[in-house]
Nanobody, 122 residues
Framework: QVQLVESGGRLVQAGGSLRLSCAAS????????VAWFRQALGKLRQFVGV????????NYDDSVKGRFTITRDSAKNTVYLQMSNLKPDDTAVYYC???????????????WGQGTQVTVSS
């Protein structure tokens, strides 16, 4: 069973950039998909984007397209979420999740990290 640990969240000003990391332990990412979700206070958990581990293909929610990029580092067994031009609406706890086939729903993923807080000030 793989365990996921997110890091990199902090307070940042609007317009700034931030990179989150999702490190796997216990088992390597060898296939499947790793996604990022976020949950703002009082709101439902929202899909941000996903990367397919074997070919690096990505898919993003429209709200972050052109601003966020997901990449992977096989040697470090880590997935990154590079966020730029951040907005106050991006404030949320960001979670990474691993699943077999990808997708945009929470139910597509069986393993979750504990989350990392991103706060964007105006």
């Amino acid at each position: 069973q793989v365990q996921l640990v997110e890091s990199g969240g902090r307070l940042v000003q609007a317009g700034g950039s931030l990179r989150l990391s999702c490190a796997a332990s216990g088992r390597s990412f060898s296939s499947g998909a790793v996604a990022w979700f976020r949950q703002a206070l009082g709101k439902l958990r929202q899909f941000v984007g996903v990367i397919m581990w074997n070919n690096g293909r990505t898919n993003y929610d429209d709200s972050v397209k052109g601003r966020f990029t997901i990449t992977r580092d096989s040697a470090k067994n880590t997935v990154y979420l590079q966020m730029s031009n951040l907005k106050p609406d991006d404030t949320a706890v960001y979670y990474c999740a691993a699943g077999r086939f990808g997708g945009a729903f929470r139910s597509d993923y069986g393993t979750w990290g504990q989350g990392t807080q991103v706060t964007v000030s105006s």
